[in-house]
Every structure is written in structure tokens, then in C-alpha cells.
């Protein structure tokens, strides 16, 4: 059984950090692109970084800077260290699995696999 399931979210100030994780089962986590991406109430779900299985990472540009992507391939588990958060970071996050990372990364279209989703608040 496939599965993702993010954890970490949580009330922040603005300023402060979180720690999001991702725990994956039930397929060959190691060689799968992993990525994040959050929505907003009301708008579209956008990609905010993802993770090639050679470790090569991507952010968009709102992020860059200030999250830290990684994968653990032993635990089988995606993290995001969100540091400096700002009000328009707030959303719920997700985390994907696709076969490949491209370049549409970006794109929830691009992810065969999600998990449920983690609320993050920043106020």
C-alpha cells in the first residue's frame, strides 16, 4: 500500500520556524522525485521544492533562501526546514512522489503520489 504522511505543522510566528517530515511506505522511495508544495485557501496548489533522487534539489523563488529540502533514504522520509516564515507561507502543505523530477517540477499535474497534507500557520 502506497503511502505519505506529513507531520511538522503547526502556529508560528512570523519570523520563526517549523520542520516538516514526510514518511513514505509501500514503494521504492529512494529512487522517486520527492516534492512539496502548499495551497492556500482559495488558490492554486503550487510547488515550493522538490528532490531528485541523485539529491539535486529545486525551490521556487519565494522560497529559495529561506527552505531547506532533504531526504532521508534510510528512514524512507522527506523533510522541509522552513525558516524566517512570512504570513503569505501559510497553507496546507503536501508532500509528492513522482517517477522523475523535469522541468514542470513545479506542477502538482507531475506527482502520481500525495499524502494528506499538514496545516501551517503563520501569524
Keep these: 500500500h502506497v503511502q505519505l504522511v506529513e507531520s511538522g505543522g503547526g502556529l ?20 522517486y522525485c520527492m516534492g512539496w508544495f502548499r495551497q492556500a485557501p482559495g488558490k492554486v496548489r503550487e510547488g515550493v521544492a522538490s528532490i531528485d533522487s541523485d539529491g539535486s534539489s ?14 532521508d533514504n534510510a528512514k ?8 524566517s516564515l512570512k504570513p503569505e507561507d501559510t497553507g496546507m502543505y503536501y508532500c509528492a512522489a513522482a517517477v522523475r523530477c523535469g522541468g514542470n517540477w513545479y506542477l502538482a499535474s507531475e506527482y502520481n503520489i500525495w499524502g494528506q497534507g499538514t496545516q501551517v500557520t503563520v501569524s
Design 76 to 83: 524512507n522520509t522527506l523533510h522541509l526546514q522552513m525558516n
Design 12 to 31: 508560528v510566528q512570523p519570523g520563526g520556524s517549523l520542520r516538516l517530515s514526510c514518511a513514505a511506505s509501500g514503494y521504492t522511495y529512494s529512487t
Design 58 to 71: 529545486t525551490y521556487a523563488d519565494s522560497v529559495q533562501g529561506r527552505f531547506t529540502i532533504s531526504k
